[in-house]
């Protein structure tokens, strides 16, 4: 069967020009050929309590561990051939103190090429630490070692498969786990949990579902939206008890507008760096590989929804949201509190928090890069995906830069779908952005580009020399040459 074309790529494709969408569309309808909406996994555990993945913790300053990524894993309440590390999607939560050292060794259990990214940690980028060039092959093993230096900030990051041209279909496919840098400060909440977000799409027997091209150049979002990969589980709350709720989005396109029904979420810390202060929302708004870790102080007894509203993706609507193209449609149930039981008051937050502050002083240099979008390329759907008009060249040094130097970027979007930008090891701080967005004050490591608009960023390079990448976090679009290559010179 074929799909109708939604309100979302009806708009995208219109900004992209009606001559190419005459000459193209036909083939891109095609592509999103396959199995209908009836024929998808029926999970089996709806509403179940919320479960924490399995921790691996440091001792003794080192954590050794052994990830396996490989299909067949339970997904949902069901045994499928979505992929996972160590038979579970997500994978194992790694805590770390700073100071450690995280090895891991990596088993390539699938049938094509994977590797590991520890995704906004702040270490090398070279040789066996978080080096995006390493290929492992079918069958192979490879020991990673990332050295977490002592002044790495306390926070939530993840980790997830980062081999070029395999990015989107193994992180759709599952292949993801949280990751913590632990220490303090110890805030006044009687629970810390893990609310990993992820989405996919599985056919009635626990197939992952071919993505067509048009979906990937849009974006693809997964039909089946998961929590710790669990279809809208429960959280059990007190009234009164904070409860400190880790929110990751490892999402391969989806941005996450999160609301919590007659709550506020009142965020501590964001991409694992904390705020100054706490700081109380009506909303959270996480594009794909962002964090934010929240507090909630639940009110009386009920059932309180935590939803996402779709938001995000392109150039019209609240949010940038183009609306009507989420394929499971409208508000997303995530996940349910359910407060029971006595009043038991937490203390209060505390007034301030241990934020990182932005180096003082001008920047050394400033730079423009630009991501682009175009009819005509060789990408998914008969796209052009690049980055200053080029697709992605690993041999290639596309930005070169002297450790110890800190530069002002302008990422511009020319584009009517938002990226998000994303760059490896040397976290930046947003100065400003053309949507107004008000910046969120503290070092970051995704931010959305709105569509035909820009973000100025200040980035001190100061900590590891070495080559790593930066690229577009919708993983269709990185995948498909929205990516380059950044080299930090000692």
């Known amino acids: 069967m074929t799909h109708p074309i939604s309100r979302r790529r009806m708009i995208v494709l219109g900004g992209l020009g009606a001559v190419g969408v005459a000459a193209g569309v036909t083939g891109w309808i095609a592509g999103t050929a396959g199995a209908g909406p009836g024929d998808r996994l029926q999970p089996g555990d709806t509403g179940a309590e919320l479960a924490q993945p399995l921790l691996h913790d440091s001792r003794d300053g080192r954590l050794d561990v052994a990830l396996t990524a490989a299909t067949g894993a339970r997904t949902a309440g069901r045994d499928t051939s979505a992929l996972g590390y160590n038979g579970t999607s997500p994978g194992p939560t790694l805590r770390v103190r700073p100071g450690d050292e995280l090895a891991v060794r990596l088993t390539n259990g699938l049938d094509q090429p994977t ?83 992820s989405d996919t799409t599985l056919d009635g027997a626990g197939r992952i579902v071919a993505t067509g091209a048009m979906d990937r150049a849009m974006g693809r979002r997964g039909e089946l939206v998961l929590v710790n990969g669990q279809h809208q589980p429960t959280v059990s709350a007190t009234p009164g008890a904070a409860q400190r709720w880790r929110l990751i989005n490892t999402c391969t396109s989806r941005v996450l507008d999160i609301r919590l029904a007659g709550h506020e979420l009142v965020q501590v810390a964001h991409d694992g760096t904390f705020l100054p202060v706490p700081v109380a929302r009506d909303r959270i708004v996480l594009a794909p590989g962002n964090r934010a870790d929240v507090v909630v102080r639940p009110t009386g007894p009920g059932r309180h929804a935590l939803t996402a509203e779709p938001a995000g993706q392109g150039g019209m609507g609240g949010m940038g949201g183009m609306g009507g ?166």
């Open 115 to 197: 590797n590991l990214h520890t995704h906004g940690l702040r270490v090398s980028p070279q040789g066996n630490s978080d080096n995006p060039f390493v290929r492992i092959d079918p069958g192979s093993t490879f020991d990673y070692l990332y050295r977490i230096p002592p002044d790495h900030p306390a926070g939530t990051f993840w980790y997830h498969a980062h081999h070029h041209g395999t990015v989107a279909d193994q992180t759709f496919g599952g292949l993801v786990g949280a990751l913590l840098v632990d220490r303090g400060p110890d805030l006044p909440v009687v629970a810390d949990r893990i609310l990993l977000i």
């Open 325 to 490: 193209g989420d394929p499971v449609g409208g508000p997303i149930t995530l996940a349910t509190m359910v407060t029971e039981g006595a009043n038991s008051a937490s203390p209060p937050l505390p007034a301030t928090l241990p934020a990182e502050t932005t180096p003082a002083g001008p920047a050394t240099s400033a730079r423009r890069i630009a991501f682009q979008m175009a009819m005509g390329g060789m990408g998914a759907g008969g796209m052009a995906f690049t980055i200053d008009g080029r697709v992605f060249d690993g041999d290639r040094d596309d930005q070169t830069i002297t450790l110890g130097t800190t530069e002002e970027w302008t990422v511009t979007n020319t584009g009517p779908l938002a990226h998000p930008f994303h760059l490896h090891v040397w976290p930046f701080t947003v100065l400003a952005s053309s949507d107004a967005t008000p910046p969120v004050g503290v070092p970051q490591d995704v931010v959305l580009i709105p569509a035909n608009g820009w973000v100025r960023l200040r980035i001190p390079f100061t900590t590891f020399p070495g080559r790593s990448v930066y690229h577009c976090h919708i993983l269709d679009h990185e995948d498909a040459g929205m990516m380059a290559t950044i080299n930090v010179r000692a």
